[in-house]
């Protein structure tokens, strides 16, 4: 049995939830789910701000994960907040759903669009399509300009407006592929794919997946070079349970 930490940076137990929930419906029968947020952080994440908030509850996440004996981490915001460093401070695989949703665009398609919530976090998303050498793969942004946690108020609006802005895509933009830019819209993409009749791509089963794969072949986070083990310095203040 091995078991995969899935991240939910935000503090909202309902998406955690939904997180999860789209996790375990790809995971092998031999992997179990363990969905977790921080304790403590930002309800929502629409920004560099929040970003950097959520980033220190990824890397306390990491730690009580390994602690727990996991066999490998996914990241399940789209901005892929602290990636490299829950990579420094990991033993096994640690993959964020943007690049995990990302790279399997690619695998599918020629050009990919995404779809995610404010226009505000278009350029995270911009930002990650460079880092990851994505750019000329992504054929369009769209936001639905809907914050985020609107994906778990039950009115169902923000799931629609995610419905009419991949069609949109799908019509306009010449891509054959679709990124789902939320975890929060992680339980959506199989309806949409069979609907719109092309792959509509949520990162977080993408990443669970990918960390099963690269357990299965062996392979943890590097610990040679740049991804090494932290440097040891006396951690003080709120930062302390990070020693
Ligand atoms: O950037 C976004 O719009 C989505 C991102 N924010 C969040 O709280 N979880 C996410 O996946």
Redesign the pocket.
């Known amino acids: 049995m091995s078991l995969i930490q899935v991240i939910?940076?935000?503090t909202?137990l309902a998406?955690t939830e939904t997180i999860g929930q789209a996790a375990r419906a790809v995971a092998a029968p031999g992997t179990e789910i363990l969905a977790v947020s921080p304790s403590q952080g930002?309800?929502?994440?629409?920004?560099h701000f929040?970003?950097a908030i959520?980033a220190i509850g990824v890397l306390e996440q990491i730690k009580l994960g390994r602690a727990q004996g996991v066999s490998g981490h996914v990241i399940?915001?789209?901005?892929d907040p602290g990636l490299l460093a829950a990579r420094e401070l990991a033993s096994g695989p640690v993959i964020g759903?943007?690049e995990a949703a990302m790279h399997t665009a690619t695998l599918l398609a020629t050009r990919f669009s995404i779809v995610?919530?404010?226009p505000r976090?278009l350029v995270?998303?911009r930002h990650l399509l460079q880092q990851y050498g994505f750019t000329h793969h992504c054929a369009a942004l769209h936001?639905i300009d809907l914050p985020?946690?609107a994906l778990e108020d039950g009115s169902g609006l923000a799931q629609e407006k995610v419905r009419q802005r991949c069609i949109q895509a799908k019509r306009e933009d010449g891509s054959g592929a679709i990124v789902l830019?939320?975890?929060?819209?992680a339980t959506l993409a199989g309806e949409l794919t069979q609907e719109l009749g092309l792959p509509v791509i949520d990162?977080v089963s993408a990443a669970v997946k990918m960390v099963e794969s690269l357990v299965a072949l062996g392979f943890g986070t590097s610990k040679h070079g740049d991804l090494a083990w932290p440097l040891q310095k006396p951690l003080s203040g709120a930062f302390q349970h990070l020693n």
Not at 42 to 47: A, C
Not at 181 to 185: D, E, W
């Open positions: 939910n940076p935000n909202s998406m930002v309800p929502s994440i629409e920004g929040d970003e959520a399940a915001c789209f901005g759903i943007a995610t919530t404010l976090t995270i998303a936001a985020v946690l830019g939320c975890g929060g819209m990162g």
